[in-house]
Each structure stands twice: as C-alpha cells, then as structure tokens.
Antibody, heavy 133, light 108 residues
Framework: QLQLQESGPGLVKPSETLSLTCTVS??????????WGWIRQPPGKGLEWIGS???????YYNPSLKSRVTISVDTSKNQFSLKLSSVTAADTAVYYC?????????????????????????WGQGTLVTVSS | EIVLTQSPGTLSLSPGERATLSCRAS???????LAWYQQKPGQAPRLLIY???SRATGIPDRFSGSGSGTDFTLTISRLEPEDFAVYYC?????????FGQGTKLEIK
C-alpha cells in the first residue's frame, strides 16, 4: 500500500523559508506513471495546489506562488521536497503531499501544449505549518 | 485560471436521501478533466471521482459523477452516515490546477 508522509518544522518565522519533505513508501517515486504534488489548506478553508514534480525533475507551479516555490525530488531516497520562501502569516496552513494519477496534455491560451498533473489519488496525512514570530 | 464554484455551500439531508452537489466552471473544462474529493475533519481529502465520471479504486457505487463543459455534478444515491463530510471538485484540464471552495454535507 502506497504511503506518503510529510515532515518538517511546524513553526516558521515570518520572512523565512518553509521547508517540507515527503517520504514515499510502498512504491517508487521513479515510476513513469505518476507525478507528485504539494497542496495546502489554511485552517477552516479550501484546498490550494502549490505545485508538482515528475521523477525526472520537471516541475509545475501555481503561478500565484511560483516566485517563492521550489519543488525538488531525490529518487535515491524516494522523497520530494517543498521550499516556500519569504513566508507570511497567510502561508499558515496544513500542507499535504500527494500522488497524481499521471498528467494530461492540454493547450494553453497561446496554443502551446501544456502538461497538467492529473487527479490526486494518494495523500499524506498533512502537516500543520504555522508562520509566527 | 479556471474558477470552480460549488453549490450549495451547505446541504442538509438525512441518511437514506439522495444528495446532488454542483460544480460550475468559469470556462469549459478540457476533456472533462474534473475530479471530486471527500474530506472529513482532521483527514486528508480522498479521491472519489476522476475524469468527471470514473470512480476511484474502492469507492462505493452510490457515488457517481456526471457533466461536461462547465457544469458537473456529484450524486450520492443513498446517503450513509459516513458520507457526511466536505466535498471538493478539482479541475486539471487547464493550468493551474484549481479546486472549488467546497460543499459541506451535513446531517439534517
């Protein structure tokens, strides 16, 4: 059974960098069939996609966070990681890592082909990260 | 980006009743790349439906999805006590991936 587990500090100071790691067990992160993503949920609010990565290192970010987000993968450890810089109180949320059921190819407004990670079928339990001094 | 609007915000029903949840997109969702999730308090979301109408592994057949273009529906044919939760729709037909704001299904 595939399992994902988030780890990292639960408290981060404003202006600093939030760093989380997701460890995948029961399956290989290097499978060509799947993508791996980060999603967050502020307390009492809805879900927001942060970004995703393929085992090859190709990344896909939400434009609203792109300037502050870096997602990386370590296939030797079966892990992928999230870094979010210059955090504020608005970044306080439960952060989930999850697996995408592959990706789809679609057209952007400019007519380019864009890869979009698909539905999320396995999720970690989530970890609450609070931004506070 | 595609904005997904879910309605109603809260739905109050009794066990055994039929639930109909709506998800409307601000523009057409390519190839019906729409998913539905169930989330219970303190838990991660669980994938119910992908591709607008395909049930995920292990999901009971009382859950069904339908729709295309801009209008999508999640139907729960006969509510069980464990079905009372928050439901989210998500589109992945256009970047960025976006979620609806959720519908809370509560016991009447």
């Amino acid at each position: 059974q595939l399992q994902l587990q988030e780890s990292g500090p639960g408290l981060v100071k404003p202006s600093e960098t939030l760093s989380l790691t997701c460890t995948v067990s029961g399956g290989s992160i290097s499978s060509s069939s799947y993508y791996w993503g980060w999603i967050r949920q502020p307390p009492g609010k809805g879900l927001e996609w942060i970004g995703s990565i393929y085992y090859s290192g190709s990344t896909y970010y939400n434009p609203s966070l792109k300037s502050r987000v870096t997602i990386s993968v370590d296939t030797s450890k079966n892990q992928f990681s999230l870094k979010l810089s210059s955090v504020t109180a608005a970044d306080t949320a439960v952060y989930y890592c999850a697996r995408h059921r592959g990706a789809v190819e679609t057209y952007s407004g400019a007519g380019d082909i864009v890869v979009v990670p698909a539905a999320l079928d396995y999720w970690g339990q989530g970890t609450l990260v609070t931004v506070s001094s | 980006e595609i904005v997904l609007t879910q309605s109603p915000g809260t739905l109050s029903l009794s066990p055994g009743e039929r639930a109909t949840l709506s998800c409307r997109a601000s523009q057409s969702v390519s190839s019906s790349y729409l998913a539905w999730y169930q989330q219970k308090p303190g838990q991660a979301p669980r994938l119910l439906i992908y591709g607008a109408s395909s049930r995920a592994t292990g999901i009971p057949d009382r859950f069904s999805g339908s729709g295309s273009g801009t209008d999508f529906t999640l139907t729960i044919s006969r509510l069980e006590p464990e079905d009372f939760a928050v439901y989210y729709c998500q589109q992945y037909g256009s970047s960025p991936v976006t979620f609806g704001q959720g519908t809370k299904l509560e016991i009447k």
